[in-house]
């Protein structure tokens, strides 16, 4: 079924938008060849750094040229990926690696220790289980080329896990000369020893980015399994298209112009499902987890009743309307450890009340002392779902007589302005909207968004020493039980000091060419290697 003028009507679209693609963009987008393939992911691809940015579209460019030391299978359970062999010492204090044979740079040169003691530090300075690491570490070094030591000043069990997170930033290794920098400074090459290079000669920013197979990428030799296992490349490119509109993006998916849409709108999830060319595929089981950051640092948010005032604000249903309109894809969500885990659990959540509490949250606002401060929302204008939210939430606010404004822009322009630290009138900002993947909320040591260190934590910057207290006792923990309780205790004070506010859960599709096979199911970020095209 291909998407009709009056398709789009009848799902609610503009009245008159065309779906007929531009020529321009047909010609830059001409028919695959059998063994390229075409990719949309996400916003597009702003920001090359995957340890400067927490961004999926920054950790799947980082998946695809990079390597890891350790990578989680698809029970995220960590094997070794750059690695040989490794060991620990009887006292469980010295942890040595060696990398195993075959590891070179994009460049020519061979991969060393000493790279990989660069990454570790620069990675640890933004990552909150690297943070652990470091606070628990007397030395990191190199022993020989091939050869490095984590010396520890007291056990850490989970010393392997964490460097195997699947939670952005993850930790790819980099040369020595790019990771020597600090990770608030960006690198500048995009020079990697993973299974695809990236293609500067061919960039072109706002329109696509190509990632050619790395011919002397040596894959391990055991079955790809999750981000584990062997990286085989079965496809000559990868061409990673930024196309911002939706509507283009489907048609261009019917056309066979590209093979996979990352983030096919939810309100044409039916009309995709309907053609006999293409398939939905869950590859994240877990699905996604959504909130709003709120910035602790300028007002009315440095104020603990404003954030509770969110709390009750918020109709969950309401927003995964908006977010993800199909019932059997969104879900409302109250566990800071997601709907489906061990650890999720109903402790401290009396907030929640179906169809929010506005008049309690007025009442909040009232007793933070709100006095009519601006209270900017950065809404991202490429990101539909998110977006929409952003619209959602502003009129939310103004009808409990908060004084909202949003601030509209691509999503690269919000990442650049949620970094500023200074008030709204300053170009700071109040409240962002994003989410992280189930998986990545079971596991508060590697997750950013999980933390509450101030200076060190997520944008927006939660600061509560008692929960850091208690998140740090998770790496020591061993039994499950132990854990389960831990988590109780962590979510109790997470919703009296409001480290965030969720909106839902939902579990996203993506969309393909059935001729296009071969993707591994993993949590949020999408391996490009593995996948097999066959002709139309």
């Given amino acids: 079924m291909a998407i009709s003028r009056r398709d789009l009507i009848k799902v609610g679209l503009a009245t008159g938008t065309a779906l007929s693609i531009p020529s321009v963009l047909r010609a830059q987008m001409a028919p695959a060849e059998a063994r390229t393939v075409r990719m949309v992911f996400g916003t597009g ?62 460049d020519g040169t061979p991969v060393t220790a000493a790279d990989c003691v660069a990454s570790i530090r620069r990675w640890a300075q933004v990552n909150t289980g690297g943070q652990l690491l470091m606070e628990r570490a007397r030395d990191i070094s190199k022993k020989d080329d091939r050869t490095f030591t984590i010396a520890l000043k007291e056990p850490l069990g989970l010393l392997i896990d964490i460097l195997a997170s699947a939670g952005t930033p993850c930790l790819f290794i980099m040369r020595e000369k790019d990771a020597d ?45 999750g981000w584990a296992g062997g990286k085989i490349v079965k496809v000559d490119r990868v061409i990673w298209d930024t ?20 983030s096919p709108p939810l309100d044409l999830l039916s009309v995709i499902e309907s053609d006999p060319n293409l398939e939905l595929q869950i590859l ?34 309401a927003f995964m309307r908006v977010m993800s309109p199909d019932p059997k894809y969104g879900h409302t969500l109250t566990s800071i450890f997601g709907n489906n885990s061990s650890y999720s659990n109903d402790e401290n959540t009396s907030w929640f009340k179906k169809g929010g509490d506005p008049e309690k949250a007025r009442q909040l606002f009232k007793e933070a002392g709100y006095a009519g401060e601006k209270v900017v929302i950065l809404a991202p204008t490429d990101w539909p779902e998110a977006n929409n939210a952003s619209q959602l939430l502003a009129g939310a606010l103004r009808e409990v007589g908060v004084n909202a ?7 690269a322009g919000l990442v650049a302005r949620r970094a500023n630290k200074g008030p709204a009138e300053d170009g700071g900002w109040s409240i962002f909207i994003t989410g992280s993947s189930a998986y990545a909320d079971t596991d508060p040591i590697s997750n950013v ?30 039994t499950l039980e132990e854990r389960k309780t831990l988590a109780r205790d962590m979510q109790r004070l997470w919703w009296d000091f409001v480290g965030c506010v969720m909106l839902g859960q939902s579990v996203s599709p993506i969309a393909r060419r059935k001729t296009l096979t071969g993707f591994l199911e993993t949590p949020s970020l999408v391996p490009m290697w593995n996948l097999q095209k066959a002709s139309a």
Avoid: C
């Fill in 181 to 225: 920098r600090p990770a608030t400074v960006q690198i500048t090459a995009n020079i990697g020893s993973g299974p695809f290079k990236f293609n500067e000669a061919l960039a072109k920013p706002g329109a696509s980015f190509t990632y050619d197979r790395n011919e002397k990428y040596v894959s391990r030799s055991e079955s790809p399994d």
């Fill in 284 to 317: 994240n089981k877990g699905g996604f987890d959504w909130y709003m950051r709120l910035n602790f640092l300028q007002k009315p948010f440095d104020n603990v009743k404003a954030r509770q005032a969110m709390l009750h604000l918020v109709d969950q249903e």
């Fill in 243 to 262: 196309i911002s509109d939706q509507q283009t993006v489907i048609g261009a998916l019917q056309a066979g112009e590209v093979d996979f849409v990352e």
């Fill in 449 to 478: 968004a999980l933390a509450a260190n101030g200076e060190k934590a997520f944008f927006g910057w939660p600061k509560n020493d008692e929960y850091e207290a208690l998140r740090a006792k998770w790496a020591d923990i061993e």
């Fill in 45 to 106: 691809l702003t920001v090359f750094d995957p340890i400067y940015s927490t961004s999926y579209d920054a950790g799947n460019h980082g998946l695809a040229i990079y390597d890891m030391l350790f990578s989680p299978d698809s029970k995220f359970v960590p094997q070794p990926q750059m690695v040989g062999k490794w060991g620990v010492s009887e006292d469980k204090k010295t942890y040595t690696f060696e990398l195993r044979d075959g590891l070179g740079w994009h």
């Fill in 405 to 411: 404004e949003l601030a509209s822009s691509d999503w």
